[in-house]
Structure formats: C-alpha cells, structure tokens
C-alpha cells in the first residue's frame, strides 16, 4: 500500500508540482522557499495519504498544507503580519482579485525564473528543474553537458539570484522581450523531454508535452505578433499529432517507416500548418522554430516516408544549421541525407561529427550510426553501433528497441 501511494505521489508531483510551486512562489515571493514548502508538503503526503487516503485534489492538498507551513514559519519569525492575514484568507483558494499580467501561474513561474541577472543557460536549466519537475540528469541531457556541471549550474543559479537579492516577481509586460528567448527554450525543451522521454519505462511524456503546448498558446494570446512564438506553437502542436502513432498497445516506440498515418491527428496538423503560416505572414524571416515547424510539417503532410521531400527536408536542416548550429541538429541533417542521397554520404556527416566529441555518451549519434552501417550492409558495426546506443540511453524502452535491432541483423 505506502508502495503504491509512493508511486502516486510521484506521479501527481510530475503533474502538479509546477503549479504548486507557481502558486507558492508568488505567495511568499521567493523561488529557493517556494521549492522547500512544497517538498515538505510532499513529505507529509508520504506519511497521511497512506493512513487517511489520497485526497479528492491533491495539488490543492499539496498547496494547503505548503502555504500553511508558510504561515507558521511567519509566525515564528514574528514579522509579515500583514502577509500572514492575507494567505490565511487564501487558504481556501480565494481567487485573487488582482490583475495579472500574465493570467497563468505557470507561465508567471517562468518568467519570473527567467531572470535577466542569470545567464541564459543558468535561466533554463533552474527553469526547467523548477516549472518542469525534470530531474537534473534528464536537464543534463537536454543540454548535452555532464550531470556535475549541470548540478554546478543549478546550485550557482541559485545563489545568484540570492546574492543579487532578486525578489521573485512577475516581471512587467516592458520587461518581457529579454526574458521571451529564455521562455521560449524552457517551453520547447519541456516539450522535447514530454515528445522523447530521456529515462524511464514510457516513449512518451505526454502530460509534459501537453502542459508545454499549453504554455505555448498561453503565450501566444499574450504575443500574438511574435512569430517565434506562434512557430513553437506550430513546431509542438505538428510534433503532437504522432503522439498516436507513435507507442503500440505494448507501450514500445514505432519508428517513424512503420507508423499507421491515418493514426495521426488531422486537426492538430491543421492548427499546426495555420500558425506556421501566421508566423510566416509577418514576414520576419523564419528562426529556429519556424525552420524546425517547416522540416515537421513535411512529415505531416506526406503519405509516406518514401513520398517525403527529404531534398526540401536536407535544405530546411542546413538553413537551421546556419542560424542555430548544434550536434544534433548535424545528426538530424545526416538522416535526412541519407534518404535523400543515400547512406554512405549520411555516414561521412555522422563520422565527422563523431571526431568533435560533442555528443559523446549520448545513444543519438552510435544509433544513427548503426542504422547507416546496416543499410550499407556492414552488420557487424552495425550490431556493435545499436548495442553501444543501448547501453547509452536511460530509456527503457528505447533501449529494448535498439537491442532488438541489433539482434535481428544477421551476418
């Protein structure tokens, strides 16, 4: 019994722990306390929820018995009286009569985060352990850095803020444009993590995905003339319209060649294609995510994989390659080569990009290279490849996939 609450407590602080630290955080004003109260509520779930049972709303539960921690801990420094009033009439989750900028906790939680005294890699990767409930291995990965330094990263994000004494506030709407970059990262990587979940036994971390594609239209209604912002939007809901496909009954993944596309949801490509288009029409260049919108969008509106424009696909690739280079924007470019010119020019790609070092320890690059080492028929690099991209991910289930490739090759 205490097992399975264990299990259901991790599971409602995935789903709800970004907003119960959103809510404390604009109560008591500070980001490092906020993330206290709310483990502490946590820890008190672990001890009642077995003996009295899990409550109708945990995440009000939750929140109740941070914000009453709050209380007390006023009560004993003998000072704020004024605020302590305030939250004891909250305690029944009063709405707040205050207008708010940003009408969404959440969404206030990251730009709140995002604060410019930090560097941009410190605003995301506090962000996204904080608003995304990510572990700092998954954040790690994300960032293609070592768990050390991402830990290192965190821990001195933290103290910036504290020694530059930041009150956590929700930035005024002129404060906005240099903070939206760092948002718009936290939102696509959140997505990212819910789109190809980086440990664990799921393919998919579909309340993540959704919660991201959530703040994206929150963000839109708030920005509707940023096409960035409407080709995330885009890029998320294109992504999100495999999500079907994507798992069989079982749960395991289904690449891409195999997937049933009449599985794949219609409307979500509609919105998708409209805000791709929205965003083109303000006539501003496409960006990072509008590159990226554009390359899913070919996926979505093809029949199949061999009906797909990989020529366009390659050219979009190298576009984003020059505005946003990255490794694994060079690897996606390698596959999309590979099917449009074969695998032994893809294989040159993924060489090269091997001898930089840069995705060292990650499953991405040796399992691109196993499936290009097995269409060029050397099935004993190939097998090695896929066993060695096995090892690497965290992901159960990807892991099972990739050993099940490596076992099917036969000499």
Known sequence: MTTDVARRVAAIWRIEGARVVATLARVVGDLGTAEDLAQDAVAEALVQWPRNGIPNNPGAWLTTVAKRRAIDGWRRQQRLEERYRLLGADLEDVPDADWQPIPDDVLRLVFAACHPVLSREAQVALTLKVV????????????????????????????????????????????????????????YLVFTEGYGASSGDAVLRTELAHEAIRLG?????????????????ALMELQASRFAARVDARGDAVLLADQDRRRWDRSAIARGRD?????????????????????ALCHAEARSVEHTDWDRIVLLYEMLGRIAPSPVVELNRAVAVSMASGPLDALAIVDGLAGTGALKGSHLLPSVRGELLSRLGRTREAREELRS???????????????????????
Do not use: C
């Open 275 to 295: 805000l791709l288009q929205r965003a083109d029409a303000l006539d501003r260049g496409r960006g990072p995510y509008a590159l990226q919108a554009a390359i």
């Open 217 to 233: 239209r929150v963000l839109g209604a708030l920005l509707p003339r940023e096409h960035e912002v409407l080709a995330l939007s």
């Open 132 to 187: 995304g409930g990510l572990d700092t291995e998954a954040i790690a990965r994300l960032f293609l850095v070592p768990v050390p330094t991402m830990q290192q990263r965190i821990v001195r994000a933290k103290k910036a803020l504290s020694a530059a004494r930041v009150p956590f506030a929700v930035p005024e709407p002129t404060e906005w444009p240099a903070r939206r970059a760092a948002v718009l990262t936290v939102i």
């Open 389 to 411: 991209a096995a090892e690497s991910t965290r992901n159960e289930r990807e892991a099972a996939l990739l050993r099940r490739k490596a076992d099917a090759l036969s000499d």
